[in-house]
């Protein structure tokens, strides 16, 4: 064993000279390795990481859809309720100017020899 | 384009496409049959500028603040280079109304369909934001002028009849400025153009005589919803009537329908009968003659001048008259006028539900529990099976109506249904290839109970 270290001892300098003479940057490159095997290592983490964020994001877009659809489905059920809806409620306008004409330009001149006195004296106050 | 030269049968004339008055037809711009101002003879321009004179005039003298401008194709042809254009069919007027809010704009437009009826126009109601006002020149039918509605809404939004919204500024439009129109000067929006890009676009500078109206869904779903359509093919049963020369022919009167025969022999003699479509009063005409108490009405114009002029001439005793039954106003005016009398009454509409859009049977309920408040009758049939369920071009519908439904719809008005007869019948004298095969309808008896309060 001593042997075998003596002439590791009296190798190892020449044979250093020698890699260096040969391969000047292999202490950089060797350096390099450990460095990316390192980063491949947090790259596996990171993929990790992400494959999880992923799932996560995954999951959650599925839900999103899944939401989307409902409230699509729900405007899709809306939508013509709505737009009947404002027909309604525009429709209400020519309603009001059909009565209101009526009301001032028939109703009014026909009944207007039946006013009772009498009655109008019994018509509520109204605010002032 | 392409052109080519094609001949019909062996005749060496040129193919005239003609109304019976000789007047040239052309398709316009909503794609029915029509008239081109070109087609009438050299005095129908500065005659469709005088009546439209008249009609500013009478507005001038009952509202002097509203404005009134030349617009559409009046405003169009003219602002271009002076001219009417040769291929319109009428002149087009609008207004700017002073309110803000659409139930107000249209008790306006009411108002001014009144004064034009007082001043004797013959103004026929569009829409509760579009008047028609019809001339006659030498016993035909004239050009017609329109009159539109515009108001600038509490955002802003200039909405004017038939096409236009846009935020606009009132100091756009008035005070109106003059434009030359065939050599008078007419008043004119103060910003022409913003009108005529609204109406027409930004090509409205080159002439395009096969220009079609494109409305966009959210114009015409408002004045659908705040003017609605009086009309409701109006136009389309005029038309016919106007250029059905074959069924002109046909002596009035002398072709009562199986309808107007069984009824007259369900009826008490002598009672009094309102017939409510009576399209050409042959039915009318016929059951005076029978000795019935008649009055009958339509929407379309010519038809009941030509019966009203019929029954002079026969002695029949049958009153016509020009009536709108999608006219709320009208139809309920009518209710009390017949009410007033304190008489039963016989009211007959046949071959009326089918033709008759569902927006209108509310009002058509509305009037029968009025008519029939004295005691009386209504009969009306229905179509068992549909010729035209869905509107057409330039043709009526026509589609069956099922009688629960009728019946779910009168129970409001105190109508019930007593009585039910099918019956075939020929459907004739209509814009459809019917044929001559009957067509299965439904006959209703129908009558008013008073309400239990």
Redesign the interface.
């Known amino acids: 064993m001593a042997a075998t270290g003596a002439v590791k001892r009296l190798v190892r300098a020449p044979a250093k000279a020698f890699r260096k003479a040969l391969f000047p940057d292999y202490e950089v490159v060797l350096r390099d390795i450990r460095l990316a095997f390192e980063s491949v290592e947090a790259a596996h983490r990171g993929i990790a990481d992400l494959q999880v964020e992923n799932a996560a994001l995954r999951s959650r877009l599925d839900e999103a859809h899944l939401r989307l659809d409902e409230a699509q489905g729900r405007l899709d059920e809306a939508l013509p309720r709505l737009?009947e809806g404002?027909?309604e409620?525009?429709?209400l306008?020519?309603r009001?100017?059909?009565l209101?004409?009526?009301v001032t330009?028939?109703v009014l001149p026909?009944h207007d020899r039946d006013i009772d006195p009498q009655q109008l004296q019994r018509l509520a106050p109204d605010t002032l | 384009m392409l052109t080519a030269t094609a001949r019909f049968g062996d005749s060496d004339q040129p193919l005239r496409f003609d109304d019976r008055h000789g007047i040239g037809l052309v398709i316009n711009k909503f794609g029915r049959i029509g008239h081109a101002l070109a087609d009438y003879d050299p005095g129908m321009v500065q005659r469709l500028l005088d009546n439209l004179d008249l009609i500013r005039a009478a507005l001038a003298e009952h509202r002097p603040d509203l404005p009134v401008y030349v617009m559409s194709g009046t405003l169009l042809g003219p602002y271009r280079d002076g001219r009417i254009m040769p291929h319109d069919d009428d002149a087009d007027l609008g207004y700017l109304s002073p309110y803000d809010?659409?139930?107000?704009?249209?008790?306006e437009a009411?108002q001014l369909g009144?004064i034009l009826r007082a001043a004797g126009f013959e103004a026929i109601r569009a829409s509760?934001g579009h008047l028609q006002v019809h001339f006659s020149h030498e016993g035909r039918p004239d050009a017609y002028v329109d009159l539109f509605t515009g108001f600038i809404d509490e955002q802003g939004w200039w909405q004017h009849t038939f096409a236009i919204r846009l935020q606009a500024r009132r100091d756009q439009v008035v005070p109106t400025i003059a434009i030359d129109v065939e050599g008078r000067p007419e008043p004119a929006p103060r910003d022409p153009e913003l009108m005529l890009e609204a109406n027409y676009g930004p090509g409205w500078k080159v002439p395009d005589p096969s220009y079609r109206f494109d409305i966009p869904r959210s114009v015409q779903?408002?004045f659908?919803?705040?003017?609605?359509d009086y009309g409701m093919d109006r136009t389309m049963w005029e038309d016919f009537y106007r250029y059905d020369i074959e069924g002109a022919r046909v002596p009035l009167g002398s072709a009562p329908s199986d309808y107007a025969r069984w009824l007259a022999g369900r009826i008490p003699a002598g009672a009094r009968v309102l017939e409510l479509g009576t399209g050409r009063g042959h039915d009318a005409l016929w059951l005076a003659a029978q000795g019935f108490d008649v009055e009958a009405l339509d929407y379309v114009r010519w038809p009941m001048r030509a019966a009203a002029e019929a029954a002079r001439e026969q002695g029949a005793g049958a009153r016509f008259r020009v009536l709108n039954l999608y006219d709320?106003?009208r139809v309920?005016?009518l209710g009390?006028e017949m009410g007033a009398r304190r008489e039963p009454l016989v009211v007959y509409a046949r071959g009326l539900l089918g033709n008759y859009w569902d927006i209108g049977r509310p009002v058509l309920l509305r009037g029968l529990s009025m008519l029939l408040r004295s005691g009386g009758q209504a009969h009306l049939d229905v179509p068992r099976s549909s010729l035209l369920p869905q509107p057409g071009t330039g043709v009526p519908m026509h589609r069956a109506v099922p009688v629960e439904t009728l019946r779910a719809e009168m129970a409001p008005y105190g109508l019930r249904i007593d009585a039910l007869h099918d019956a075939d019948e020929v459907v004739e004298d209509t814009p459809w290839e019917a044929g001559t095969d009957p067509l299965p309808t439904t006959r209703m008896v129908v009558t008013w109970q008073r309400p239990v309060r």
């Not at chain 2, 659908?224 to 609605?228: E, L, T, V, Y």
């Open positions: 737009a404002l027909l409620e525009r429709r306008n020519l009001i100017a059909e209101t004409d009526l330009e028939i026909l | 809010h659409p139930a107000d704009v249209v008790r009411f009144r509760a779903d408002r659908w919803g705040w003017f609605s709320l106003r309920v005016a009390a």
